[in-house]
Each structure stands twice: as C-alpha cells, then as structure tokens.
C-alpha cells in the first residue's frame, strides 16, 4: 500500500531537538498479519514523541478509512529502552489510555467504551512473542485484572497468532455492554441469540480463560477448552419473541466455552 508520511522536528537553541510528530496516511491496500489480510485503505496514524518524558503519544488510529478507528490518547512509556533492547532481549513497554472508543465494525457489533486502561509487559522480537504481565481496564463499574500473552509460530508454512488470556472481573458491567464486547464470529450463533434476546441486567463474578492456540482457527472452528468464560448475572431481563411478555428480574449463571454455552 502507498503511504504519506509528514515528520515534523521541533528544535531549540539550547535544547537542541525537542519533539518529533508525525502523520502517517495510508492509500489503498493490505497487509499480511498472522497469515490474515488486513485491510489498509485510507488508514492514518498521527502521534508524537516527548523527548523530555521519554513518550510516545498516538492520538489517532484509523484503517480502511473511518470504519477502524480508536478514540483517545495511547501512551507508550519508556520508548527509548524498547527501541535498545537486543532482538533476544525483553524490550519492556508500558502503554495507559485513560479513555478509549473502540469502533471495529465485523469485529465487534457496536463500537466499545473503556477507560482506565493499562497494559505492561515486554517484547521479545527473536522469539515473535509480546508477553503482557497485566491488563488493567474500566467499562461501567467493573474493573478487569489480567495477564496475557501473544505470540506468532508457523503452521503449514505460514504464521499464525496465539492468544492466551487469564483474569477476572471486580464489581459489575452491563450485560449490553458485556455482549457488545463479545466478538462477532466467536460462538456465533450463541452470541447472535443473546444480543437479540438479553435487554439489561448485571454482569459479576466473571473470570476468563483463553488459550487459543496458533493452529486453533485454520478449520475455522475452536477446541472447547481454547475458551473458558464464567460469569453470574442478576436483574436481567430478557425479551424472547415480541407477542411474549419479556422476562424480568432473573438471575443465573453462565460458562463459555470454544464450542458451547451453558
């Protein structure tokens, strides 16, 4: 894909050179990610790098136009030190949004407010894996703690993301906004049926296991235990058909798992 690039170096008299900005805009195209195409068309990056505070600060996201984009400011602490480390080396990151919009329409069904978001780990480019000691997160007042890991390996000749993911949620979410973070093709036919049917509640006690290995989505479908989601949810209320009172005040519990729900 052709791109445009706009640097701008600020500079002072005594200081020297003080910040770098840059606008990134690309045209048409895609690129290969994990053996994936990833379209590219009319995407742009703008940001900026604070010399004094070591930062690097993105404020725009956007690919294929305006239909991927994420709102608000992503700050990458300690640039300096990932861009030294060794490719065996863990190059450490720490990157905080204070508040985000996340709108990735054939990813997820409506766009995803979260604030209060941190994730720290390192990078460890000889062995493709970023390795991320914790995930912190705000939606509603629930508060997600966790630690992952990512990871690339090649499968019948071509790359292949992993994804693990362990961690739990404090306090309480809305069930819409639960089902609206829930990703589009995942337990398809489950999430489509929720979405539909569940009008509000509460979302507590929920704990999450992933573990999806590189080869896992090549048949396009996921062993059971690649998954394990579990959660209670009280004052739901659920709406099966339009000629059918709707359901109200109900309380229960649920588990995810790659292929199920129950």
């Given amino acids: 894909a052709p791109v445009t690039m706009n640097i701008s170096v600020g500079m002072d008299r005594e200081a020297g050179v003080n910040r770098f900005e840059g606008d990134v805009v690309i045209g048409e195209g895609s690129a290969d990610v994990a053996g994936d195409r990833l379209s590219l068309s009319g995407g742009r990056l703008h940001g ?74 390192s990078i460890i480019s000889a062995q493709r894996t970023v390795n991320v000691s914790r995930i912190t997160a705000r939606a509603g007042d629930g508060r997600f703690n966790g630690t992952g890991r990512l990871y690339w390996t090649d499968v019948d000749g071509s790359a292949h993301t992993g994804v693990q993911l362990d961690g739990a949620l ?24 929720l979405a539909r049917t569940i009008t509000g509640g509460r979302v507590t006690d929920a704990t999450v296991h992933i573990n999806v290995l590189p080869g896992d989505l090549i048949d396009g479908a996921l062993q059971d235990d690649a998954i394990d989601v579990r959660f209670n949810i009280d004052s739901a209320s659920m709406e099966f058909i339009s000629t059918m009172s709707p359901v109200t005040h109900a309380r229960g519990s649920g588990i995810l798992r790659g292929n199920s729900f129950s």
């Fill in 170 to 193: 404090e306090g309480a979410v809305d069930a819409r906004a639960v089902m609206h973070m829930w990703p589009v093709g995942l337990g398809e036919s489950v999430r489509e049926y």
């Fill in 48 to 121: 900026h790098y604070d010399i004094d505070s070591d930062e690097l600060i993105i404020d725009q996201i956007a690919l294929a136009g305006d239909r991927t984009r994420i709102g608000g400011d992503i700050r990458v602490r300690d640039v300096s030190a990932i861009m030294r480390a060794a490719p065996n080396e863990p190059a450490a990151f720490n990157i905080s949004l204070p508040s985000m919009r996340v709108d990735v329409p054939g990813t997820f069904a409506e766009p995803l407010a979260i604030t209060n978001v941190e994730v720290a780990g």
